[in-house]
């Protein structure tokens, strides 16, 4: 008998290790694939152009080859607009993202704990501007960015993008399970409606705050249409324009181009990995506050 | 004393008013080309000091996104004083009556006349719209056949006699120097300058009898077989026929400066010069390239070289009067350095006087451009030849890349171009 | 009645207050927005040139009836559907294996989760530089493909062939935004309580039947809420297909709708007729929300 149970328990054991190492093995092939050309990117900015597209690829460069980030920064012209460039994305970024979190928690906590007359109409059509496609309105927006005089302008850069739906939406969530009982207390207390909202609601909601400011800057960072229509001048590109315009300039020196690339992406992956815990699931987000 | 002092102080801040009131900012935006930048921001700060109240402020964008820029900015009345694109990119604005004619007094000429025969017969004439002068030329280019002679030499051929006169030869040509791992080219012979197909391909067209436009304007693409041998010659070119070439390999002007070993021939202007010595100056001194002229089908029924094609200096029409007059003022004065331009941009401004000084003559194969160029004629220019272009592009990419046939990418095409004529 | 009239203030009171709270973001939405969209729908009415001074012609629905009838935009149709349906699939299955699996290991967790999401992290327009060098007929795409076939020295036409390139986008997409939505699925298994699973295994349940019968029943709000975002990403790219198509690739089997807009209203100056495909594309995308939220009643879940 115990010899049946036992073949059974090492065929069952023998199953679940193909299946334990079939799982790892897809797991690290997929990481593999995705950090690739991250990796690629990295290491061809240390190579000079040529031996970028040599056939095969070698992955470990032969030097590092600083030149290329040193025309990189340096730019075509010799003007280390770059900088100046990164200082504008991180500048709009920042200020985008910390109006965000501020409107959506606003407009999010308005929609979940309060009941008014024409609260799901406002709802839906917040949801709504999610599926107005950038390119429809981008000529009435220039239109409108250029009457308030703004353009070429960090305002210009941050004005049409203050708070989005998006936003709305996730503080929303988050605050609609948010248990009603706190709030009654501090109104019993004699709390006025901001002072909840500043002293109870903000502190609690760190985790949903982080994570949407974290998707908004990078969804800014990432923003190419919009300045490409809104930005005349040098000094005030943002990060993919500096990009676009050092594209079409050098497109063979395909270094310079990589360590262009990582110039503009090593502050962001940096920002991400500090500040990972926040957004990553399974612990962060509801153990917090979940009883 | 305090009587004087108030009256001191008056005077003072009023002065001051009046020089503000004299203040101009003149906006100033352009495609980037290093060289190019060095000298103008030099002109500026000449012109500045010069003109006290006056200040330049240039901006440059990559040429594939001047042209975005300026429309948007124009079409919020937003437009900068002074800029310059491709003279069928320009066209539009012209028509729309966005312009400011030419002055030709701050410009420094005593009669509109004598700016027309300052520069060559006919190339005014494109900037020109009922009867008014609406740009100063910038550059009037060409393009012909650059050359690698070591790539030449590398499979036997002699570079000075048997660079290709024909597409057949040309096609024999690039063949032999091509070098592929598999299907993958390591190194090409010539390959063609996608996407400008309005300067470079239609002119093949014409050299087999074909037009874009018919001469009154109304047809589009006249001369059916002329336009089928052509798509099908592109089709033998691309990747599913002789495997030369492709619009999705890097481009060919860019790697040539590079001298990698990569690409054998490439068109582009006497630009280009400028660039190899600015790129890579020991290959510019080793001597080991060379420019021809404009290939011919063998059969061909007119000798058409590239076509030629204009940037051209205008200025904002919406801005106050003033502006106008000192932006023109300014591009006159850039414009009075024909010799730099040449020299350290290698740009031609088709001027009488330049185009016989000897600074022209003495340029490393200026002859060839000077001859292609009294052979062509003008790029097509009109309000919709960007997207006449992208239309073309569609059509020859599609033979090149997609596998359609080259009677049925005709079909689209000459639907598509009519539209667009019938549309206006 | 007296124990009426306080509770009726406060309700009163907590009404206004849910309108100041949500005031400021509905006074943005209305100048960026609102405004914006209802131009766009009041210029597609109307034969616009960018660059003309002369006030437009009104066409009516003209330019609405030029564009069903265009095979250019049924093409750009096609484009779209094409590359949202084949880009969002594979998100969302690949997504949610991910996730079980990522779920399913006791360590490293956090790293595979920063692995996967790191994409997303990059600008587009670095990503798109960066692939366009991959899919160089001479770079790592060939490269790779040849060495997992067995086919050296093929060229698989990453950015020429037009089915090629569609895929190529796709690809890229798909790269890019597969750890967000691996993540996002991570927060939804998480916020099943274990306490679920063990009365399950009480009463006998295995891995497979816990999976199809809890797991993916209790991950509905989260699928549904990857598939419309999801969905609604890819009905809205541009940057991957415009740097491709400014990189040499051909325009037309990648001519997505967003790109048409673009090319329609900068390249041909058509305001009034890129307004009428904003418009499409505006009510396109609400019918799609719409047709996913009533088909499964999305919001709370309770346990």
């Not at chain 2, 011919?296 to 200025?315: L, Q």
């Not at chain 3, 100056?269 to 904003?278: C, N, V």
Request: proline share 5%.
């Amino acid at each position: 008998m115990s010899y049946i149970l036992q073949g059974k328990k090492n065929e069952i054991n023998r199953q679940s290790l193909i299946i334990d190492i079939f799982i790892w093995a897809f797991l690290i092939l997929a990481a593999l694939f995705i950090l690739a050309p991250t990796i690629f990117m990295f290491t061809a900015s240390l190579m000079p152009a040529n031996d970028i597209l040599k056939m095969p690829y070698r992955w470990i460069p032969k030097g590092l080859y600083l030149q290329n980030y040193w025309q990189g920064i340096r730019g075509n012209d010799g003007s280390f607009i770059y900088i100046r460039n990164i200082l504008n994305s991180l500048i709009v970024a920042s200020a985008v993202a910390a109006t965000t979190v501020i409107f959506s928690a606003l407009a999010g906590f308005g929609l979940a704990k309060y009941y008014f007359k024409g609260r799901t109409l406002v709802f839906m059509l917040i949801m709504a501007t999610m599926m107005i496609p950038f390119e429809a309105i981008m000529i009435p927006l220039y239109l409108v960015t250029t009457k308030l005089g703004i353009q070429d302008s960090y305002a210009g850069l941050i004005a049409p993008f203050l708070v989005n739906a998006f936003g709305v939406f996730l503080m929303r969530q988050y605050f609609i399970t948010f248990p009603d009982e706190i709030l009654d207390a501090a109104r019993i207390d004699g709390a006025s409606e901001l002072m909840i909202f500043r002293t109870i609601i903000l502190p609690n909601s760190i985790p949903a705050m982080a994570t949407l400011a974290i998707l908004t800057f990078k969804a800014q960072w990432d923003n190419l249409l919009w300045p490409l229509l809104v930005v005349q001048s040098e000094e005030m590109k943002t990060i993919p324009l500096y990009i676009v315009k050092f594209m079409a300039e050098k497109h063979t020196d395909e270094g310079a181009m990589m360590a262009v690339a990582a110039i503009a992406s090593i502050p962001i992956l940096i920002v991400f990995f500090k500040l990972s815990k926040y957004f990553l699931g399974g612990a962060a987000l509801y153990s917090s506050r979940k009883g | 004393m305090k009587k004087l002092f108030t009256i001191f102080l008056f005077v003072l801040l009023l002065s001051m008013t009046v020089n503000a009131a004299a203040d101009i900012e003149i906006t100033f935006w352009t495609h980037e080309d290093p060289n190019r930048t060095e000298i103008e921001n030099r002109y500026i700060e000449e012109f500045e000091q010069a003109n006290p109240g006056v200040t330049i402020k240039r901006v440059t964008s990559g040429s594939g996104q001047i042209q975005e820029l300026l429309l948007t900015a124009f079409a919020a009345n937003q437009g900068p004083d002074i800029f310059n694109m491709s003279i069928e990119d320009e066209y539009a604005y012209i028509v729309n009556e966005r312009l400011a004619p030419v002055d030709f007094e701050a410009a420094g000429y005593p009669s509109l006349q004598a700016v027309y025969d300052a520069y060559i017969s006919g190339v005014l004439d494109p900037a020109t719209y009922k009867g008014q002068l609406y740009g100063l030329p910038l550059e009037l280019t060409n393009w012909c056949i650059y050359l690698n002679k070591k790539a030449f030499k590398d499979v036997g051929l002699d570079p000075e006699k048997d660079y290709p006169k024909t597409w057949e030869e040309m096609v024999e040509v690039s063949e032999k120097i091509a070098v592929r791992e598999g299907e993958i080219l390591q190194r090409r012979g010539f390959d063609f300058r996608y996407p400008y197909y309005l300067v470079s391909t239609v002119p093949m067209v014409e050299q087999l009898g074909g037009q874009l436009i018919s001469d009154d304007g109304k047809t589009a693409i006249v001369n059916d077989e002329a336009w089928l041998k052509f798509l099908k010659f592109m089709q033998e070119w691309g990747p599913s026929g002789k495997n030369l070439g492709s619009p999705t390999y890097t481009n060919a002007r860019k790697l040539f400066n590079m001298d990698n070993n990569d690409i054998g021939m490439c068109l582009t202007g006497l630009y280009q010069q400028g660039r190899i010595r600015s790129d890579n100056p020991d290959f510019y001194n080793s001597g080991e390239w060379m420019v021809v002229p404009f290939p011919v089908f063998k059969n061909a029924v007119k000798d058409v070289p590239a076509a030629y094609y204009g940037h051209y200096y205008m200025v904002n029409g919406q801005k106050p009067k003033e502006n106008q007059k000192v932006a023109w003022k300014f591009v006159a004065y850039m414009l009075s350095h024909p010799e730099e331009y040449l020299t350290k941009v290698n740009i031609v401004q088709p001027t009488v006087e330049l185009m016989n000084s000897e600074t022209y003559k003495s340029m490393p194969y200026s002859e060839v451009f000077t001859n292609d160029m009294a052979k062509g004629h003008i790029v097509y220019y009109g309000e919709n030849s960007a997207k006449i272009q992208s239309h073309i592009r569609e059509a020859i990419e599609s033979v090149m890349l997609a596998g359609v046939s080259p009677e049925d990418a005709l079909k689209t095409l000459k639907r598509k171009v009519q539209e667009v004529l019938d549309e206006g | 009645m007296s124990k009426r009239i306080p509770t009726y203030n406060i309700e009163r009171k907590k009404a206004r207050w849910g309108w100041i709270f949500v005031a400021p973001t509905l006074i943005f939405f209305s100048l960026f927005s609102f405004y914006p969209i209802f131009n766009a729908l009041y210029t597609s009415l109307f034969k616009k040139k960018l660059l003309s001074l002369k006030p437009p012609d009104f066409i009516g629905l003209s330019n609405y009836i030029y564009l069903l009838k265009s095979p250019d935009f049924w093409n750009s149709m096609r484009a779209t559907v094409v590359f949202t349906l084949g880009t969002f699939v594979p998100l969302l299955i690949f997504s949610l294996i991910f996730a079980i699996f990522i779920m399913s290991r006791k360590r490293f967790q956090n790293f595979f989760q920063i692995a996967y999401y790191s994409p997303a992290v990059l600008s587009s327009v670095v990503a798109a530089v960066i692939w366009l060098i991959i899919f160089d007929p001479r770079g790592l795409g060939n490269q790779w493909l040849n060495l997992i076939m067995n086919t050296p020295g093929i060229d698989h036409k990453w950015l020429a062939n037009s089915v090629m390139v569609q895929m190529s986008t796709m690809l890229v997409y798909f790269w890019k935004y597969v750890g967000y939505f691996t993540i996002i699925f991570i927060v939804g298994l998480a916020s099943i309580p274990h306490s679920i699973y063990e009365a399950a295994k009480i009463d006998g349940a295995n891995d497979w039947k816990n999976f199809w019968y809890i797991t993916l029943p209790l991950l509905k709000p989260t699928t549904i809420l990857v598939s419309i975002i999801s969905m609604l990403q890819c009905l809205r790219t541009f940057s991957t297909q415009y740097l491709f198509t400014q990189g040499g690739a051909p325009l037309a089997p990648i001519n997505v709708i967003t790109l048409n807009i673009y090319y329609t209203a900068i390249r041909d100056h058509r305001i009034g007729r890129a307004s009428a495909m904003s418009i499409i594309l505006f009510v396109i995308m609400l019918l799609f929300t719409w047709v996913q939220f009533k088909s499964s009643r999305a919001d709370e879940i309770s346990y």
